[in-house]
């Protein structure tokens, strides 16, 4: 009935922001398309704000105060630069090492006192104990599911063996892995809205004991073989690019790189999937640009995530989106070419790729194209692409056998 479709929509938009926020689909059967009708607009759509009660919020507080090493780890979603602020505020009067969980890095600036890591893959092993170690994790947003939770060795399930709280604006995810000390279903600004008056916890130097091996694990650099050196490329990044530069990836190896030698220090400076899809980047960026035009954004892609979604560089050259691209080519699928190595040594199956010259893709679209074979040609490479006013692919050749910023292929197989 076509007359319905005002009230549909308005049924689909509470479900789609509320609790967790994710997509709804609405089958539209054929013969009500031609229908004809006269109905008013749905209303603008207010969504509820779960909050704690005043029960939930004496609770936290009281288990906070119990714990000796209490541990923060944020993610999910409905956040906004509010609440982003507050959590800074909140770690900094309570002296609270924070964890950002799996890409949610931009919920919590690097360069705070109060940083303690990226709990994803490739995660510090200094931070994965300390997890395991905390006698409270507060789980913020997170849902905490198989990479954060390092294949969900870090918490018992269904009991966590450890205080755990457990804040979610999703009723649904409250004890759905983990049964929880305390679940609060609330969105994180209300959150913060009701404990912001309890009493400080006193220092005891956890804070500055995680972000010291935060900073241990990231600032030095390290070398890999090739004539590319990933990690002065990324130091080059870190020198050049505005704090409010958005950074995109899909999924690959190559995100190491960006997920632990990146200081990501605003909200909505990265866009990156959770889910661990391959060809997001791309896509992705192109929205961040047209979304923040005077914006730099820089997409990372490997060689075969490109490929999932490289044919969108036309849409970036349609609509005048002037991303940028570093298309990180080692020839191999390399993450699965990292677990074949691991797991069955030289046994190598479908993982070599043939590639095209990227930088000559982006100049048949009409873009820019660089390519480079050596590390000091990256940052001039980088600055052309920047001021040409074009979408652009910096082709990056790494060489394979650096598989990762820890290791490489020749030390998986002698593993």
Known sequence: DASRIPEIIAHAYHIAMSGRPGPVVLALPE??????????????IEVAE???????????????????????????????????????AFSEKHHLPVGCSFRRQQLFDHTHQNYAGDVGLGINPSLN???????????LGARFSENPSQNFSLLGMPNPGKTLIHVHSGAEELGRIYTPTLAINATPEAFFDAVEDIAARKDTGAAK???AAYHAWTDNLPTTPGDVQMGEIMSHLRSTLADDAILTNGAGNYAI????FWRFKKYGTQLAPTSGSMGYGLPAAIAGKLRHPTKDVICFAGD??????????????QSGANVITLVIDNGIYGTIRMHQEKHYPARISATNLVNPDFAALARAYGGHGETVERTEQFADAFERARTSGK?????IKIDPEAISPTTTITKLRGA
């Not at 229908?35 to 749905?42: L, S, W």
């Not at 104990?129 to 789980?139: P, T, Y």
């Open 50 to 88: 779960p909050a704690p009660t005043k029960k939930a919020a004496d609770k936290f507080a009281q288990l906070l105060a119990d714990a000796k090493d209490p541990m923060v780890i944020v993610g999910g979603s409905r956040w906004d630069e509010t609440s982003v602020a507050q959590l800074q």
């Open 391 to 395: 979408p652009s692919i910096i082709h």
């Open 209 to 211: 004991a995680a972000n």
């Open 304 to 317: 075969g995530c490109f490929q999932m979604t490289g044919n969108e560089f036309g849409a970036a050259m």
């Open 129 to 139: 104990e300390r997890i395991a170690k905390s006698d409270c994790v507060i789980l």
């Open 257 to 260: 790189w960006l997920h632990r």
């Open 31 to 44: 013969d009500m398309l031609r229908d004809t009708v006269d109905v008013d607009p749905c209303t603008f």
